[in-house]
Every structure is written in structure tokens, then in C-alpha cells.
């Protein structure tokens, strides 16, 4: 029994108590993880929480797209849903953006506007045809100006369907 002071006369006596009288320890417990194989709990040991830098690099860059849009909306409308629909995705509004950042990073595609503050986004394209012309480009215009001679993976305006731009995309780089 824990002796108890009168109201407002103290704190209780834990000492009198023979389970509060003896000082807590930390409860150690054993992290589990699911294991791939089995599917089934195991021990988690030190390495499994570690990567190698290989890994690091192909987690990071794991069907990255390439959005080059100079209106602040509609880049924030794709990258909500590429994101949403588990791609990584950088966003570049000019030009001079698109060429830095294609250069620092390789992209398994690009989504890629027309009408850019400055230049065309075909300068984009036909760089890209000659540095990479596996690399699919998926255009992106509100324009509806003939765009054959553009090769591009494929056009699509202003404003474009959700599901026919994934669906596209996933086309292009190999997961449909």
C-alpha cells in the first residue's frame, strides 16, 4: 500500500511501496522488419538499415521525369501528380534551366512545354534528340500548331487527361 500524505501536504511516499521503491530500467526491445523472402518477421540486424552508395544513388533517381513548364501552376499541378503517382520530378521554367539541369542529372523522360520565357522549348528537343535520343520527350503545348516535324515521343495540349498523360508516360519509359 502506498502511503498517501493529506491533500496537499507532499508527494507520495514511494518508498513504502516494494515495486515503485525499486529504480526503472529502460525496456530494451528487439526491432523486426519483414523479410523480403519470406515475407515473414525476422531480427532486424545493423546492416539492414544501412545502403550502399549504389543503392542511394538508384533510390534517388528512380524514374525521374523532367517537367520544363514556365507557368508556376501547371508545374505544380504535374509535379503533384507524377509525385502522387511515385515519380521523382524536377521542375525547370526556362530554357537555361532545362539545359543545367539535363546536364547534372539523367532523366527517363521529359515533359517538355513549347512557348518558354526564353526560347522555344524545340532548342530543348533538338538537343536532346542529338545527346539523347532514347530519352523520351513527351510535349506538352497549348498551341495546336502542326507538330509533326517535332519528334517527340508524343504531343499532347493544353489542357491534357490525367490518365492519358500517365498513361503515356508510363509508355515511355517502360512500366505499361
Known amino acids: 500500500m502506498i502511503a498517501v500524505p493529506p491533500f496537499g501536504k507532499g508527494p507520495a511516499r514511494p ?3 516494494p515495486i515503485a521503491s525499486k529504480p526503472s530500467e529502460p525496456v530494451q526491445t528487439t526491432p523486426f522488419i519483414l523479410d523480403p523472402e519470406t515475407s515473414r518477421p525476422r531480427q532486424a540486424l545493423d546492416t539492414d538499415h544501412k545502403l550502399s552508395p549504389d543503392a542511394k544513388v538508384e533510390a534517388r533517381t528512380a524514374h525521374s521525369i523532367l517537367v520544363v513548364e514556365d507557368d508556376p501552376d501547371i508545374t505544380m499541378a504535374l509535379q503533384d501528380l507524377l509525385e502522387f503517382e ?5 521542375c525547370a521554367q526556362t530554357c537555361r534551366q532545362a539545359f543545367s ?3 547534372q542529372q539523367a532523366y527517363h523522360a521529359v515533359l517538355l512545354d ?3 520565357p526564353d526560347g522555344d522549348g ?4 533538338e538537343k536532346l534528340q542529338v545527346s539523347n535520343p532514347c530519352l523520351p520527350v513527351i510535349v506538352l503545348t497549348a498551341s495546336h500548331r502542326n507538330l509533326g516535324c517535332l519528334h517527340a515521343y508524343a ?8 490518365e492519358e498523360l500517365c498513361t503515356i508516360l508510363r509508355h515511355a519509359i517502360g512500366m505499361a
Not at 511515385?86 to 524536377?90: H, K, N
Not at 504531343?155 to 490525367?162: A, I, N
Open 86 to 90: 511515385g515519380f521523382q520530378v524536377d
Open 122 to 125: 524545340c532548342s530543348i528537343l
Open 114 to 116: 513549347l512557348g518558354l
Open 101 to 103: 539541369s539535363i546536364e
Open 15 to 17: 518508498d513504502t511501496h
Open 155 to 162: 504531343h499532347l495540349t493544353k489542357p491534357w487527361e490525367r
